[in-house]
């Protein structure tokens, strides 16, 4: 007996012209190419920038602990000298008697700013783990000093009535600039040396209370005029 066999293809016979390995192209046309190319970069953007945003914001974070130290410290020295601040030091880190940069590193374990080689070397390798620095600060020594933070002048005054003051003379050391990321060179300044643009627009700042906050640089800079602003609603420099 002879018996037949079709192949039925949903529902119908298999055109005798059509096989069941169709010969379809492989690979991509330029443009589908083209569409691929674009999506990756797309993506690429999208997490280098989420990379970038995660590190600035770890830097953020470690300069902040960074500048928390050094109100410890600041805590530590009035509990130690009958409640008086240190004292300013000269702008250019030279003072060698007494100073911030003088009289705090003792308390975070570290020598002081004179005996450090990088202050005036350019080629000395600096250790950013060093409380001394902020990790989104570039800056190196310019051969005469190298700060990245800056302590505010007005706290114990200014000129002939430059002094150490009493902690608990302060009205608001929560709202009382201590010590801030700095755009500038020396260790000891006013509201325009407070750097703009270092973490996400602003900078760090730290109060006489102790506590750390960024603050938008909106916040303490007037860009129509060019230059900082003096006291406001939550930031004193002038107490």
Not at 78 to 86: F, G, K, M
């Amino acid at each position: 007996m002879k018996v037949s066999c079709r192949v039925v293809f949903f529902g119908g016979p298999f055109p005798k012209s059509a096989s069941v390995f169709s010969s379809r192209r492989l690979g991509f046309t330029l443009i589908e190419l083209l569409v691929v190319i674009t999506i990756i970069a797309i993506l690429m953007a999208m997490l280098l920038s989420a990379i970038f945003k995660a590190k600035s914001k770890a830097h953020q974070i470690v300069c902040a602990d960074k500048l928390r130290q050094w109100g410890m410290a600041t805590q530590f020295y009035v509990a130690d000298h009958e409640d008086y601040l240190p004292k300013d030091g000269a702008p250019n880190g030279t003072s060698i008697n007494g100073g911030w940069y003088v009289d705090l590193p003792p308390y975070l374990n570290l020598k002081p700013y004179r005996e450090m080689p990088w202050r005036t070397n350019t080629e000395e390798r600096i250790d950013r783990s060093l409380a001394w620095f902020c990790p989104s600060n570039p800056r190196r020594s310019n051969g005469n000093n190298l700060f990245h933070y800056c302590l505010n002048e007005y706290v114990n005054k200014t000129g002939a009535e430059n002094a150490p003051i009493l902690y608990t003379s302060l009205k608001n050391p929560s709202k009382t600039v201590w010590l801030f990321d700095s755009k500038n060179l020396p260790a000891v300044g006013y509201w325009n040396f407070i750097h703009t643009n270092i973490h996400g627009g602003g900078a760090n700042i730290l109060f006489l209370d102790g506590h750390v906050k960024r603050h938008r640089s909106s916040e303490y800079w007037d860009y129509e005029a060019k230059k900082g602003k003096s006291n406001t609603a939550d930031l004193i420099w002038i107490p």
